[in-house]
């Protein structure tokens, strides 16, 4: 009567298991379908558009920029536009916004190369002429890449390296930045994180009209959809510890100036710029403030 009680209990144990790990599936299912549909469309959101378009290089400038390529770390060809620096300059490393590409920025190339100084604009992965595909770590890997190419094909040592980014580039600029030391660090219009920016988006609409159906959706769950590109700009800048600029307008749409503010408190050591002039998509109002910086480090 035990071995056959015994039996009857090993049998509904089993079922009961089986009946477990199918429930487990079904859940895991649903709780994974959504996050694969997010996951399908995340890139596209956070690098939209491409833009592959290269204007043509500025007459003024022509003599003097070198349209050049160089390799990744990991394999990846990428372009950039580098202009030598005069004796005794530091040469800054630009790393624009999504969508962007580096013919856009010319009027900095312009006004930093006026003052001596060198700039290295750099094409992340998958924009412009730059071969690849975008991803958070890549274009980490990109900016380090530069940093090397600058010490081993130019013999500029790295204490005379400035970093610049401009919104998403400045989220590239501050990973990098946190685990190293430059001579000067200089952030544009960047954000706290990447989900901090989605919210701000889906509460003004502002990527309505580019997802469609589908935003409307993500927009309710933009505060918990799991995410694989973080860009967390907060949890880093506080480890930076190369000087310090941080600009950002009061008109940005895109990334409202609370972002900035929030991050130089984070970062106590840094000089703040708050502008009431400008915009998200223009750098003419910071770029005198960035100059002002820049002839401070020595």
């Not at 500029?156 to 989220?171: E, K, M, T, V």
């Not at 003004?204 to 997802?211: D, F, G, N, Q």
């Amino acid at each position: 009567m035990f071995s056959i009680l015994y039996a009857f209990n090993e049998i509904n144990i089993l079922k009961l298991g089986i009946c477990v790990v199918f429930i487990g599936i079904i859940f895991g299912v649903h709780l994974i379908q959504p996050a694969l549909a997010f996951g399908n469309y995340e890139k596209d959101l956070i690098y939209y558009p491409m833009d592959r378009n290269i204007a043509d290089v500025r007459l003024k400038l022509k003599n003097t920029l070198e349209d050049t390529y160089f390799y990744s770390l990991d394999g990846v060809r990428l372009n950039a536009w580098y202009v030598k620096a005069d004796e005794g300059k530091p040469t800054i490393i630009y790393c624009h916004g999504q969508g962007e590409n580096i013919s856009m920025w010319q009027s900095v190339i312009q006004e930093v190369t006026d003052k001596g100084y060198g700039i290295f604009m750099i094409e992340y992965r998958g924009h412009g002429r730059s071969e690849g595909s975008p991803r958070e770590t890549g274009l980490y890997t990109d900016l380090e890449s530069a940093i090397k190419y600058l010490r081993e094909n130019k013999n500029i040592d790295q204490n005379n390296i400035i970093l610049w980014g401009r919104s998403l580039g400045g989220a590239v600029v501050a990973d990098v930045a946190s685990r190293d030391t430059f001579k000067g660090v200089i952030l544009e219009s960047t954000f706290t994180n990447i989900r901090d920016v989605g919210i701000h988006l889906c509460a003004t609409k502002i990527l309505e009209c580019k997802i469609g159906f589908w935003r409307r959706i993500s927009t309710k769950f933009a505060k918990f959809m799991p995410i694989t590109q973080k860009f967390d700009t907060e949890h880093k800048i506080a480890k930076i510890t190369s000087p310090l600029l941080i600009g950002h307008s009061t008109n940005d749409e895109i990334v409202p100036v609370e972002m900035g503010k929030k991050l130089a408190l984070l970062n106590p050591q840094a000089q703040v710029y708050i502008s009431q002039t400008g915009s998200h998509h223009s750098s003419e109002w910071f770029i005198p403030r960035a100059l002002e910086f820049l002839s401070t480090l020595h």
